[in-house]
């Protein structure tokens, strides 16, 4: 199961479901970013987000976990990208990033993230996950992704990713 072609997604099932939300500072060409504490990312850098919580949806949780982490509202967030992660330990995971480029507040170090923005043409890719440097500039230019990954670790050891252009696949 190190292979995107190995797993049967039409019948996958996460583990868990979680959201994330890019916070994007048109003006001065910024995004909100996180330097992630603890959990699944520790010593990350990511977008503000988490899991959902029993009976929440997505929209619910992308709102909670900002204001938790960051202390921002995020103001009509527009879900952009699906995510299905699976890893080689059993651990599956689908996520939602959601966009926006409206916020209430001022970014908020907390226990689990310090938020820091960041240029748009500047991200830490390093220090992200390998994942990110796939979708994430085809979505900040305002593509609708779905991608599908499988990671042994922090390591991606395949991917797909699907466009309104067609299939991008690294392996």
């Known amino acids: 199961m190190n292979q995107y072609e190995n797993i049967?997604?039409?019948?996958?099932q996460p583990t868990e479901r979680g959201?994330?939300?890019?916070?994007?500072?048109k003006k001065l060409r910024k995004v909100l970013l996180i330097m992630k504490k603890?959990?699944?990312?520790?010593?990350?850098?990511?977008?503000?987000?988490?899991?959902?919580?029993?009976?929440?949806?997505?929209?619910?949780?992308?709102?909670r976990e900002c204001q938790e982490e960051v202390s921002l509202t995020p103001l009509h967030p527009e879900k952009c990208v699906e995510l299905h992660f699976q890893f080689t330990n059993g651990y599956a995971l689908y996520g939602?990033?959601?966009?926006?480029?409206?916020?209430?507040?001022?970014?908020k170090c907390s226990d689990e993230a310090d938020p820091f923005w960041c240029d748009l043409d500047k991200l830490p890719w390093d220090n992200m996950w390998e994942d990110d440097r796939h979708w994430l500039p085809l979505a900040l230019a305002g593509k609708k992704l779905r991608g599908f990954y499988v990671f042994d670790d922090d390591k991606m050891l395949s991917e797909k990713l699907e466009d309104l252009n067609g299939f991008y696949e690294h392996n």
């Not at 939602?96 to 970014?107: I, V």
């Open 8 to 12: 049967d997604w039409a019948s996958w």
């Open 19 to 25: 959201v994330i939300v890019y916070i994007i500072d």
């Open 38 to 63: 603890r959990g699944l990312g520790q010593g990350k850098v990511n977008a503000p987000g988490g899991r959902l919580e029993p009976g929440e949806s997505s929209l619910e949780a992308v709102i």
């Open 96 to 107: 939602e990033a959601f966009f926006t480029d409206s916020w209430e507040g001022e970014p």
